[in-house]
């Protein structure tokens, strides 16, 4: 790996250079086929690469060392309470702050050094709402275009396409002041994605959104992801990660404290729960005891509600067992429920606390 090569490679694509031209020039400049391959290879793997970030805010650590690789493609999810320090990387990843330490490539260009091109090259839709109320939604895209010193006939031809795609067309000329949350919202994202960015950002997205209107933008960014835009979005949302990301990194305090893909965290800190509801004229008791004749589970009993939880753990067959066991003690049932580990508990596993305030 020559980290120079990868460099040079990384700032001429970012300059819109295309790849027979870049590489017609390295070879004029002597390097070696062998170099150019294996240097286009390291460049273009990692899109968001933070090494030990650290940040603090006066004795608030917001940070405290953030390493993450991040590769190009595919949904990306930052899960964490209030407070965990989100914003923060988020900020700091596109180029809006700057941490107190740590390493940080986008796109594989190092920040600050390049902070012009990778801004460019990427989107960000902020935590709250950043469109201009007064302007109508068409405006708002036609000023964000301009902010990017795209050619006018580009911006009208993608701010047509936006406002299409994202149902804005009706309301596009009337002032942002007339729109719901929903629509702002929709707006927001639609103004990030005008210079068609490689890597987009999205900070809490649906916060604050009805279900309705968070299934559009749940929509919305899973076709993004289809046509290979990566995204690392934000939230404080267990179904929101599990719904549509690839992989999952957990912060907790400025943190990292578990990645993985849903399916793999769960499995490694959530169990499946058996939840059995008794008829209110069972014995409690004689449930239980018939249960235990099943092995060594670590039965749980809830008197008040008539329920009684076993782990099932790996054993699917024990689901129809505790059924058999129960039913030859003629034990009347009203439910079995087989519970399947969610975020939830795979957060309150990791933390002992809940991620969502509400
Ligand atoms: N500009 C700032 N000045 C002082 N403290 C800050 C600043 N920005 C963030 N913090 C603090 O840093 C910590 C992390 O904040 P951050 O906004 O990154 O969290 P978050 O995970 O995005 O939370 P939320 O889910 O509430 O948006 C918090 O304790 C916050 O109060
Ligand atoms: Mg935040």
Redesign the pocket.
């Known amino acids: 790996m020559n980290p120079e090569l990868e460099n040079y490679i990384n700032q001429a694509r970012a300059g819109g250079l295309a790849n027979t031209a870049i590489t017609h020039a390295l070879k004029e400049a002597g390097w070696s086929e062998s170099d150019i391959s294996s240097a286009y290879e390291a460049s273009s793997q990692v899109a968001i690469h933070a090494n030990n970030v650290h940040?603090a805010?006066?004795k608030?650590?917001?940070?405290s060392g953030i390493t993450l690789r991040i590769p190009y493609g595919k949904v990306f999810a930052?899960l964490?309470?209030?407070?965990?320090?989100?914003?923060?990387?988020?900020?700091i990843l596109t180029t809006l702050l700057k941490p107190d330490w740590g390493e940080i490539k986008v796109a594989g260009l190092q920040l600050p050094r390049y902070e012009k091109q990778v801004r460019s090259l990427i989107g960000l839709t902020g935590?709250y709402v950043a469109v201009d109320e007064t302007l109508t939604g068409r405006e708002n895209l036609r000023l964000v275009g301009r902010l990017y010193h795209l050619p006018k006939t580009i911006v009208e031809m993608r701010a047509n396409e936006l406002l299409h795609d994202f149902g804005l067309q009706e309301a596009a000329d009337r002032p942002v002041k007339t729109y719901s949350g929903g629509m702002r919202r929709r707006l927001d994202l639609a103004a990030s994605l005008i210079n068609r960015p490689q890597i987009l950002f999205l900070?809490?997205p649906t916060n604050g959104l009805d279900p309705q209107s968070r299934n559009v933008l749940w929509r919305v960014i899973e076709n993004l992801a289809r046509e290979g835009v990566t995204i690392l979005l934000?939230t404080?949302y267990m179904e929101e990660a599990d719904h549509l990301a690839d992989y999952i990194f957990v912060?907790d305090h400025?943190r990292l404290i578990a990645e993985g893909t849903p399916r793999n965290l769960k499995k490694q800190f959530g169990s499946s729960f058996l939840e059995i509801h008794l008829a209110k004229d069972a014995s409690m008791n004689k449930a239980i005891e018939a249960l235990r004749q099943l092995g060594e589970l670590q039965i749980q009993k809830n008197e008040e509600l008539d329920v009684i939880t076993l782990p099932v753990g790996e054993s699917s067959s024990l689901f129809l067992e505790a059924i058999r066991a129960l039913d030859k003690e003629n034990i009347p049932l009203i439910d079995v429920m087989l519970r399947h580990p969610t975020l939830n508990d795979v957060f309150l596993n990791l933390t002992g606390h809940e991620a969502t305030s509400n």
């Open positions: 940040k805010f006066g608030v650590r917001a940070l930052l964490g309470p209030n407070g965990a320090g989100k914003t923060t990387l988020v900020r935590q900070d809490e934000t404080q912060i400025g």
